[in-house]
């Protein structure tokens, strides 16, 4: 393949770089070559500031901020002060970005595009005032605040900020020293956030479980293993009429809370969800938890005064009620990876999944919403207290197949 410019030419064009570091010190080499083991971003802060104060420069507090890839959060924020014994994190959501107090402040500045913000906090308070954040600073007895970018690759940005309570604040020198360091900053902690990016990325979509396994190195078609769990899975009633008669954002907003209602209490009581399926989910409790029976139990009650809760709602807003119907066994599953040479899905498949299947579609006939299998029953501790229904042929199985509800439905 033939370049535009060879090296020799691109290396002749290149801008010249300024000169760094301006002192070598042991703080860099230390964040270079003493922090491959560290796998936590506030440790390394920790670690950073206490090697920073004991190398004789005055540093009181220090910050540094994230923009994260998270279905909940927006960012982060990781604080040390001189006293602290671990640093301190504050998750931050979305509505932040509203807020006149983040529009404002100096961390917005930064990610807007400021190469450095400096405020001498020993002076008197400026024309015009100061943002709050200054004052609150000043009252802790903080004279000079640095804040910088610590820009990732693709000039992502993220901020680091440095405080001092020295009269006088900062010295030329001290700000060097400083400024010295955010390039290797940079990398150490880029490495760290796409680290966690890819654990959030993985649980977010396969759950907790999955994401440690596929993290561990199963990431080939067919790896995986027998597990024994308690297997549960859910379906939206009427769905396809719901999305034939309301509007798209309607539709979305009332799969969603139908989700959450039902989810919530699965990932709380220490199941886990392995997929959505258009309106449906398939959850496991695995059964080296002695208490997993129980728990997917405890599960559905919570999620069943969830889905009443926001009918209640979609009532009051002239929206449709959500009927959904529930199939719950117990059994070993092939847990692993299924799907083609690129594309797999880490997900639960056998003959105790299809049962569960039929139990939840079972439910469209019998008129309960949650139908347990005889095995879950027994197995739960609490099968005296399920009423039973008798037994029903289920497609693809060749013998009559005792089933139980829920006592408390009609």
């Not at 529009?103 to 807007?112: M, Q, R």
């Not at 010295?180 to 890819?198: H, Q, W, Y």
């Not at 067919?222 to 009429?241: H, K, Y």
Request: charged share 25%.
């Amino acid at each position: 393949m033939e370049h535009s410019l060879d090296i020799t030419e691109q290396a002749a064009q290149a801008k010249p770089l300024a000169p760094w570091p301006t002192t070598p010190n042991d703080i860099l080499d230390w964040l270079i070559n003493g922090t491959s083991q560290e796998p936590f971003i506030d440790h390394l802060l920790k670690g950073l500031c206490e090697r920073i104060a004991a190398y004789g420069l005055p540093l009181a507090r220090s910050s540094m901020h994230f923009r994260t890839h998270h279905p909940e959060w927006l960012g982060a924020r990781l604080l040390w002060e001189t006293g602290f014994d671990e640093v301190q994190i504050d998750m931050f959501g979305r509505d932040m970005l509203r807020s006149g107090q983040y529009i404002k402040s100096p961390v917005n500045e930064i990610l807007d595009g400021a190469d450095e913000l400096r405020k001498k906090l020993d002076k008197e308070i400026e024309n015009g005032g100061w943002h709050d954040f200054y004052h609150e600073l000043k009252q802790q007895g903080i004279t000079d605040y640095v804040a910088w970018p610590v820009i990732h690759t693709r000039g992502k940005r993220h901020v680091v900020t440095f405080a001092t309570k020295q009269e006088g604040g900062f010295s030329p020198e001290h700000i060097v020293f400083l400024k010295d360091l955010l390039p290797v900053l940079s990398m150490v902690t880029e490495i760290r956030v796409k680290n966690i990016m890819a654990r959030t990325f993985l649980e977010t979509y396969v759950g907790p479980h999955a994401s440690e396994q596929i993290l561990a190195g199963a990431i080939t078609r067919g790896s995986g293993a027998t597990m024994s769990a308690a297997i549960m899975i859910c379906d939206l009633r009427g769905f396809t009429e719901i999305s034939d008669l309301w509007p798209r954002d309607d539709v979305i907003e009332m799969l969603n809370g139908y989700f959450d209602a039902l989810s919530e209490p699965v990932e709380n009581h220490g199941g886990e969800i392995l997929k959505f399926m258009g309106d449906g989910l398939l959850a496991v409790f695995p059964m080296d938890n002695e208490n997993a029976c129980h728990n997917l139990l405890e599960a559905i009650r919570e999620g069943q005064k969830g889905m009443e809760r926001l009918n209640a709602e979609n009532q009051r807003r002239d929206k449709p009620n959500l009927r959904y119907g529930v199939g719950v066994h117990v059994g070993d599953v092939m847990y692993g990876n299924i799907g083609s040479k690129r594309r797999l899905d880490f997900t639960a498949i056998g003959p105790a999944v299809n049962i569960a299947s039929r139990l939840e579609s079972l439910t469209k006939e019998v008129g309960h919403s949650v139908l347990f299998s005889k095995e879950f029953a027994k197995k739960s501790g609490h099968w005296k207290e399920l009423k039973p229904l008798g037994s029903f042929m289920l497609r693809g199985l060749g013998e009559p197949f005792e089933v139980y509800a829920m006592p408390e439905e009609s």
